[in-house]
């Protein structure tokens, strides 16, 4: 199957308008998309955004008298490899499970024989209630496919499991139910290019047994390394001390110290992108003891002297090996953005990746990120680590491409 063919169908719930993101992301992995919008879905997406986007006419109405001349309804639902319901709200996913076909959508779920995705969409209360519960399963059942919805703030006001899944999630699961035969052409998006990511935290020792450090976990630089490998880059990912195994297709480079940590970016250039994700200690001792520190029994600390650390994103910025794309991250606890948009200024990057790092987010599994560029600042929503790294990598791969 070179070019797989998608069905997607549009509910009427205020997540449509990420089924643009959605077709974008099948067209540029090399499947084909039809859209079918319900009544509810027009009011939150055009059919002219999707057929522009989609290059394809979209289906609104099953009283189309050319189209159903020739049974259109059966024709789309038989021609297509696999069926997408984004979003499936409460109220379609009822008519799916009950077999009801009042319209273009629901007929043409009824008729169809190909394998069928529905991703729900809606209030946490309505995904929820025990008779949307009862529809899942019996969706389950019949050998629908039903994603699990994230767990968030929505547009409602409320919070909890209800938030569609972002594009690239809904976008891999799609690949996966084809047995990734959407894979082919976005995976080698990124072939031929090298990547570097620096991901952790550095160990700054103090003596024997004691060191400067922070609590980076490395989880989103390894997610990054891992996504941007998936694409066909050849990632060099230097890392500070971890408990992570090293993903996939990705050459590591351990190290420990901030001095090392440079050293090593320095010896993995030249480089088409750098992204610097790591938690660089900012200052070392200057002279670490050779032996453990002992107390002096009169209760008074030793003074600790210390001295800066290289700044490894504003040497890369000033390097004659500059990357093309050079990308850094700020972990801050106060005025994010403000902080974000001078650091990008102060050290010569293209994009400076930031986030609020106040709560659980270092050694978490999830983050909300602001990038800043010289066009302005793009805020994401809380998503899973992993989720953040696809997408960012899907971003990096449209900038070079």
Not at 234 to 263: F, I, K
Not at 360 to 370: E, K, L, W
């Amino acid at each position: 199957m070179t070019s797989p063919r998608i069905l997607l169908i549009v509910g009427g719930g205020i997540a449509a308008y990420k089924a643009c993101e959605l077709v974008r992301l099948i067209r540029k992995g090399g499947g084909s998309v039809r859209c079918v919008l319900t009544e509810g879905a027009q009011h939150f997406v055009t059919p002219m955004t999707l057929a522009a986007l989609s290059e394809n006419e979209v289906h609104t109405s099953l009283w189309d008298l050319k189209n159903e001349t020739e049974m259109g309804h059966i024709q789309l639902s038989r021609e297509a490899d696999l069926v997408v319901v984004c979003p499936a709200t409460a109220d379609l996913m009822a008519k799916m499970a009950a077999g009801i076909a009042d319209d273009m959508a629901t007929t043409l779920l009824l008729a169809t024989d190909k394998p069928v995705l529905a991703v729900p969409a809606m209030n946490v209360r309505m995904w929820l209630h025990p008779a949307t519960q009862r529809n899942v399963a019996t969706l389950k059942a019949d050998g629908v496919t039903v994603l699990d919805p994230d767990e968030g703030p929505m547009a409602c006001g409320e919070y909890g499991p209800g938030r569609l899944p972002e594009p690239p999630v809904i976008w891999d699961a799609i690949q996966q139910r084809l047995g990734g035969t959407l894979a082919t052409s976005e995976a080698g998006v990124l072939t031929g290019k090298h990547i570097l990511v620096t991901a952790g935290p550095t160990h700054e020792p103090i003596d024997p047994v004691r060191y400067i450090a922070n609590r980076s976990s490395g989880k989103q630089g390894y997610a990054i390394a891992e996504a941007l490998a998936k694409l066909g880059a050849r990632v060099t990912l230097v890392s500070g001390p971890t408990g992570l195994p090293a993903p996939a297709g990705v050459n590591r480079v351990d190290v420990e110290t901030a001095r090392q940590m440079a050293a090593a970016v320095d010896a993995a250039l030249p480089a088409d992108v750098a992204v610097m994700v790591a938690a660089v200690a900012d200052w070392r001792v200057d002279t670490n003891a050779d032996q453990k520190i002992k107390k002096d029994g009169a209760g008074a600390p030793p003074a600790l002297s210390l001295v800066e650390n290289p700044d490894i994103l504003a040497g890369l910025g000033a390097s004659d090996q500059r990357p093309r794309l050079l990308i850094g991250f700020a972990a801050e606890t106060e005025k994010v953005v403000d902080h974000a948009v001078a650091k990008r200024e102060r050290k010569g990057a293209d994009w400076i990746v930031a986030n609020d790092v106040s709560g659980d987010v270092m050694g978490g599994d999830a983050n909300t990120i602001h990038i800043v560029t010289r066009d302005g600042v793009e805020s994401w929503e809380r998503l899973p680590k992993a989720d953040v790294a696809r997408r960012l990598a899907a971003r990096i791969a449209d900038e070079l491409v």
